[in-house]
């Protein structure tokens, strides 16, 4: 089938709700049509693996999501030999999988993963679209609907832990954060059910504590969390209960910290 046409074929129902902000859903779909690779960078639960989910299901391509960590080696992205049924066989990994079948394939923070890692997705990252599978003495092709997409979150990168300048600039990229409040506010109501209205003073809430990044927190209150926070309270918790939970707990374990989060929770929700 025509990459122009896989589109219309998608029932838009089965599609992962994604809240655009600018042109990130266009130009994922050039990179994909062009055959290009694409860098994702963010802070933690900003909607990246969303997106992604969101464009494979509209471009009606297969996805196979990596989390990356640091014991993740090639062999559990190409794919290993199994005893199976007192055999030994191949069994494809999930990279290997997405060049066959031609899907996208998401390395999420793909700076946890191991050196050897990034050696396998060069020859897929350039003009060769190549995966040799040294195992098998297989090279494979990959095909015009395979794409490949990793992410990482600059807020923790370091020196033992960042992209390889040579590794980078194989990659287009995009620059993810946190939607403006009334985008933020809509995809959490969306998400949880919770009215505009609490919806909109959790959004505030988070934007006093983002502002703390840097100093007591490592890192802000994510999109995600907030979408935690409005479902318990839709549900019938307490707002602070739910705040403590989603908002507090797993942002610090400092308890200086998390007593100067809940007094910003209390002076928003009284």
């Known amino acids: ?15 992962p709700f994604y809240e655009s902000v600018g042109n990130e859903c266009s130009m994922f779909e050039h990179a994909f049509r062009q055959r290009l690779p694409l860098l994702l960078k963010g802070p933690t639960g900003c909607g990246k693996t969303r997106f992604v989910s969101h464009m494979a299901a509209k471009l009606g391509r297969p996805l196979f999501t990596i989390s990356c960590h640091d014991d993740l080696t090639s062999a559990d992205l190409t794919g290993r030999y199994l005893l199976q049924g007192g055999e030994t066989r191949w069994v494809d990994g999930p990279l290997t999988r997405a060049v066959r079948e031609g899907g996208i394939c998401y390395l999420d923070e793909v700076v946890e993963a191991r050196k050897d890692v990034t050696v396998v997705l060069h020859p897929l990252t350039d003009d060769r679209r190549l995966l040799p599978l040294e195992r098998t003495g297989e090279l494979l092709e990959a095909p015009d609907d395979f794409m490949l997409v ?6 923790y990168q370091h020196i033992l832990k960042s992209l390889k300048p040579s590794t980078r ?11 403006p409040p009334k985008v933020e506010r809509d995809i959490v109501a ?54 403590r939970a989603t908002l507090v ?22």
Do not use: W
């Open 1 to 15: 089938m025509p990459l122009s046409s896989v589109a219309n074929c998608v029932d838009e129902r089965d599609i």
């Open 150 to 155: 990793v992410s990482y979150n600059p807020g």
């Open 169 to 179: 600039q194989r990659f287009l990229a995009m620059s993810f954060d946190f939607p």
């Open 190 to 243: 969306r998400e949880s059910g919770l009215p505009d209205d609490q919806c909109a003073a959790l959004v505030n809430l988070a934007a006093s504590l983002r502002a703390m990044k840097g100093q007591d927190l490592e890192e802000g209150v994510s999109t995600r969390l907030l979408v935690y926070c409005a479902t318990l309270i839709a549900a019938g918790v307490p707002i602070l209960e739910a705040a």
């Open 249 to 270: 707990e797993p942002l610090s374990d400092d308890a200086d910290v998390q007593e100067g989060l809940m007094e910003a929770i209390q002076a928003t929700f009284g």
